[in-house]
């Protein structure tokens, strides 16, 4: 696609053409499902440096793991994914002892090049994600899946995981979009003495084993995925091919949708979710993001934000309703006015206490020798914009009347995961969601003195991560009132300290033409295709 093109992309007429005349939409219409969003993947590879959410999808549709998980039909009749059951995949069963688990993958799976998939291969893919660094090494530890050592072939379709400690995470963990199975021997010929682990051709190249591959994709543009016609680890998807275009304009998204042009709008604002709702000819589908919240983060290695009394008096300065009427709609749940930071129950997330107090905020600011204010900057991903950038905004014309200046920087979608990862933004308006849904899973990314890259405070307790050590130590054994207890002294600790601010839980919302159905909600935020259906 040429400049020219791109730009008459943009608009509703350019782009509703440009679809229409795609090679891909010669096929049938009932088998072709036509997807827009804000933004797309950066990279094809999870595991990749600085992957973003929309490279989720691809791994997710392109890659098998051993387990997955199961679904569930929600009291709205919705369907959800279900932590609580663990379903085959690659591997047909498995058997858990004292030590560890044996996976027993199917005989009949290839990859999309056609080569069997074998346990060799599993091994290689565990190592890479446990080693590459970063993100997936973070995920995987988070199952105290930590080391090579711990992986080993017992033949061709039989795969051992060894434990290191008891940890209930470890098979939630194999289930979630990093542990994919990747052809060893195609990557492996596209690897280099600096890239034994083949990430650059990964980038651009998929080399799974999953239900879909892709045939085309255009960065910032598209993605064009087919059905892998040898797919074994479940039913054959009904969809044989998937379009995925990338139309910023939120507007030009819900203009799509509601003529009929595509068949599911996916990023739109909460007030066009709200009136699509409200409206009826659409099918808006909502559920509440699992462990997940929308955050103002504080960089507490960047001056004044070492300060615990600057990091409460943001926290007292943040326009919390403002927020859940002007951006959200009521499509959220406020996270804000709780009478205490330490939870009364075990619902997670919880809220804070924190609510918008001007007169506290100024005295925590005197009280920390800034009453003059002082400058900064609002940093967001500009790839979440129709949130972040709203939110952004309001927090900035709160602030300015404590004097605290502020410039807001709009980082590219495709560069916010590398920029989270040097650590040197100050103050950030950011989301962060849990693939596992437990509050210890949560504090481990976020909080915890490991650093990970959702870390992106600098924030390091040698007392938060006791709690934190501890709470997942006692889910694994089972005293669930010591695991309450150790969850509340958590999650109050970190809000009191005040490293990161919880403003609101959102919920992901799609539009759809009310033809499409199968739509189920998972934990990485992103549509799985296997699933989707789509009625003349």
């Not at 663990?86 to 080569?115: Q, Y």
């Not at 997942?472 to 150790?486: I, M, N, Q």
Request: glycine share 8%; proline share 6%.
């Amino acid at each position: 696609m040429n400049r020219r093109e791109f730009l008459a992309s943009t608009t509703i007429a350019g782009l509703t053409a440009l679809l229409d005349g795609s090679d891909a939409l010669a096929q049938s219409r009932q088998d072709t499902l036509l997807v827009i969003s804000e933004g797309g993947p950066n990279n094809l590879d999870v595991q990749g440096v600085g992957a973003n959410r929309p490279g989720y999808e691809v791994s997710w549709n392109c890659y098998d793991r051993l387990v997955s998980y199961g679904i569930k039909t929600l009291a709205d009749g919705s369907r959800s994914y279900d932590q609580t059951t663990i379903v085959p995949e690659l591997a047909e069963r498995w058997e858990v002892d004292a030590k560890g688990i044996t996976f027993h993958l199917r005989r009949d799976a290839t990859f999309h090049d056609g080569t069997p998939v074998r346990a060799a291969d599993v091994k290689w893919s565990f190592d890479r994600a446990v080693s590459v660094g970063g993100f997936p090494t973070s995920q995987m530890a988070a199952g105290s899946l930590l080391k090579p050592e711990q992986f080993s072939t017992l033949d061709d379709h039989k795969f051992r995981v060894d434990f290191v400690r008891p940890d209930a995470l470890t098979l939630p963990d194999l289930a979630v979009v990093v542990p994919a199975i990747y052809n060893s021997t195609l990557v492996k010929k596209n690897s280099a003495d600096k890239d034994p682990w083949g990430l650059e051709f990964t980038k651009a190249n998929t080399a799974g084993s999953g239900a879909f591959k892709v045939d085309k994709w255009t960065p910032g543009t598209e993605v064009i995925y087919l059905r892998n016609e040898d797919w074994r680890s479940g039913p054959l998807p009904k969809l044989k091919r998937v379009i995925w275009r990338n139309v910023p304009s939120a507007g030009n998204r819900r203009a799509l949708v509601e003529r009929g042009d595509v068949d599911i709008s996916f990023d739109l604002p909460a007030k066009d979710f709200a009136e699509l709702k409200a409206k009826g000819s659409i099918a808006v589908q909502s559920t509440p993001i699992s462990n997940g919240m929308w955050c103002i983060e504080l960089n507490v290695t960047k001056p004044p934000f070492d300060n615990i009394k600057v990091r409460q008096a943001i926290a007292y300065a943040a326009p919390y309703q403002k927020i859940m009427d002007a951006v959200m709609f009521g499509e959220a749940k406020p996270l804000f006015g709780a009478r205490s930071n330490t939870p009364s129950d075990t619902i997670w997330p919880s809220p804070t206490s924190y609510r918008t107090d001007m007169a506290k905020a100024r005295a925590l600011l005197a009280e920390a020798g800034m009453a003059d204010g002082f400058e900064t900057t609002i940093s967001l991903d500009a790839g979440q914009g129709t949130l972040s950038e709203p939110i952004a905004v309001l927090i900035q014309e709160s602030l300015a009347a404590l004097n605290i200046r502020t410039t807001i920087e709009k980082i590219p979608g495709s560069n916010w995961r590398g920029e989270m990862l040097k650590k040197s933004m100050p103050f950030m308006v950011n989301f962060f969601s849990g693939w596992l849904d437990y509050p210890e899973y949560f504090f481990f990314f976020t909080y915890h003195g490991q650093n990970a890259v959702f870390n992106t405070m600098g924030y390091k307790n040698p007392d938060l991560d006791q709690l934190i050590d501890t709470a997942r130590s006692l889910a694994a054994s089972g005293d669930r009132p010591a695991y309450e207890a150790t969850v509340k002294r958590m999650v109050a600790l970190g809000y009191d300290q005040a490293p990161r601010i919880p403003l609101f839980q959102p919920y992901l919302s799609v539009a759809s033409q009310k033809s499409v159905g199968g739509y189920v909600y998972w934990f990485h935020r992103q549509l799985d295709y296997r699933s989707l259906t789509k009625s003349a």
